[in-house]
């Protein structure tokens, strides 16, 4: 006599395999589809501005700009502080008037974030032989620092464009659009720079 | 036969309409010789110059009986009338006998000063047209007439009425009043009038077995509400502050008078918060002090109240599991500056599917959790319920079944639905059980050949704490926070024909963002995929491969 009871068991097992089987087929990509280098996750989700020369010559900072307002600063690869052949040795967030590692913003409306002006410090960067200050570029609420960066200068001579970011703003809608125009665009930028 | 003034008088008394009639005759016949019996028993036993009191204050005869304590569906009986009483008074004062009797048939005319017409069944519509139902019984064909023209399709009710409160300040000074004048009498002693039927509870004692009757099922505990709102222009504020703020509470009680024995007296005397409260604060007054703030006797009133007749279904859901094969797809409705993002929303292709099958007035979507537009829900499914606000009809389960069907075969196979079914309130707790386990599957890019010991060294790890913050994507309207997460295990499935391409599996706890957990997000999540292996990582493509929770499984 057979035991229905097992057969009813193997029954559904073999329909959760199939359906593993053909969640599995939706699963896999198709090779021939995928680009030999993806974009990263920067060009996919920011649009990049440059800010060369800002207030010094040699000063090239980045403003990348996310599609929900927030721009992230940094220092662009042409940044004057790269040209020391001991690179960045430290960064020191106590500038200005107060310690822009300290300030903690809390909640949806982000309260207690500091309100800064496009020439506001940020931070210095020092090198073995000078010390750069970096500003915000654009007016608004500072969200956070980068503050790795005191554990680990270093990450801006590697990677300076994205773990090595130095801030992240949140301007108004109008302060953006003020600033907008005295940015470069990659290409604008690339040109400019012969790079 | 009898003489012609006696013919005129019962033709008078039974109703016009043909229709009407066959379904009172009908009714009647519900009422047996016993129910008659019984009233004719009850009324009998009433003190006599306490009713003939009670009727010269301009109280029609249902008050009285309920005053009196009376329960029971002989409110139903339409024979119902100051009339009945007469045999009380009449059989007292053989001497006045005619004169009385035809004072007593006036009053059928005025309104009740205590129920302002309620109990008379006479009231004025919403479009301010008085109204006088003969009896309990017409004024169900009302009702039921409104409950069949909108079409709902009910297999029980509930009847809900909400009364102006100056008729609880009229009971209250009826009631001060007969215990002055008649509190020291032997039949007083027993406490008849501290057991008294509220005028709400009486309506619904008269009202539902003709509704009963003429809608074919019974009434009890229904999730269809038949709602009759009574209000009166001269209705004052009550003096107790207590019930303007419980005046707007509703309990969830059952008022259920299918069943009418002692058992049910607690859940009748205070079927109301509002008029719970009106009687503390009635009794908490001392019976001196009252006597300047009510006045008697009652003030006449010549405008009957505006009734509102409102029949609702409280909400309906449906639950189940969707699956999602898009990466244009939005979870709900997602519209900035009046264009739509994605070509489609899980919330209305299901919606839209439900509510019309139902009547519904309109729907609403509830998800456990959701996931991103370019992010595709598969395997198991994501539970979900859709609420469906004042049904008018309830479908069946193979019709549900058939809902299903309809949504799987779209032709654009978007969205998919398992296991689609009408659930009760357990369907909420269910949905709401604590934080279930996500398993999905990440295309991934490495920024270098992907190695054996690679595969080794994600799959060692276990329960492994990340520490996350805010996503830059989300940071503009969630606070910056640290959130400690766990990724439970991870598994690295090699692709043909790629060496930096691979297929992450993984499963994590809930609340845990994968993509920043990929690509480490600016180094804001760490550790991170890229972190781990040592080089950069991006994510191409994202899909949800199952919801670890109880509900809506197939069985």
Known sequence: MKDHSVDHTINLEHEQEQEQDSLHRILVPDVRDLPLTPPSAIESNFVSYFAPDFTKPGHDQYVYRHANGLCVIGLARTHVAFKDTSGITAVDFNVGKSDRSGIKVTGKRKKNAQHFESNSALCKVNTDDASYIVRCCVKGSLLEVNDRLIKQPGLLNSLADREGYIAIIMPKPADWLKVKGSLLGLEEYKKLREC | MAN????????????????????????????????????????????????????????????ILRLFGIRGNIYSISAISPSILNSVIGEQRHGEDISSNSKESEFEEVLCALCLGILQFTYCD??????????????????????????????????????????????????????????????FQGGPFSQSISAKDALKFSLAKPLETLLDCKSGISNFRIGLTFSHKASKVVQSVAVSKQGCKRIK????IDSLDDSVAGDIKCSDLADATVERSFDGLQDNESSECFKFPLQKVNDACHLVLLCQRTPIYFGGRYLKYSRNVSQ??????????????????????????????NYKFHAAGREDIDVRMLGSGRPFLVEVQNAHRIPSEAFVREIETNINNLENKLVGVKNLKVVGIEGWTMMREGEAEKQYAALVWISRPLEDVDLDSISSLKDMQILQGTPIRVLHRRSPLQREKIIHWMKIERIGGSSQYFLLHLCTQAGTYIKEFVHGDLGRTHPSIGSILGCRAEILQLDVTDVKMDCFLTE
């Open chain 2, 4 to 63: 012609a003034n006696t013919n005129n008088t019962e033709a008078e008394h039974v109703s016009i309409d043909s229709e009407a009639a066959h379904v009172i005759s009908a009714v009647e016949e519900c009422h047996d010789d016993d129910d008659v019996g019984a009233l004719h028993d009850v009324v009998q036993g009433l003190p006599s110059h306490a009713v003939k009191d009670l009727l010269s204050v301009g109280v029609c005869t249902r008050c």
């Open chain 2, 253 to 256: 009680t059952g008022n259920s």
């Open chain 2, 126 to 187: 919403d479009k301010e047209i008085p109204v006088k139902k003969e009896s309990a019984n017409d004024m169900a064909v009302a009702i039921s007439e409104l409950v069949k023209r909108e079409g709902y399709q009910i297999d029980s009710f509930s009847l809900e009425v909400s009364v102006p409160p100056i008729i609880l300040e009229n009971e209250h000074s009826v009631r001060l009043y007969m215990k002055r004048k008649y509190g020291t009498e032997p039949w």
């Open chain 2, 332 to 361: 709900t409705r997602w519209i900035i500056d009046d264009e739509r993002m994605g070509e489609a929303s899980v919330e209305e292709i299901i919606g839209s599917n439900i509510q019309p099958l139902c009547q519904g007035d």
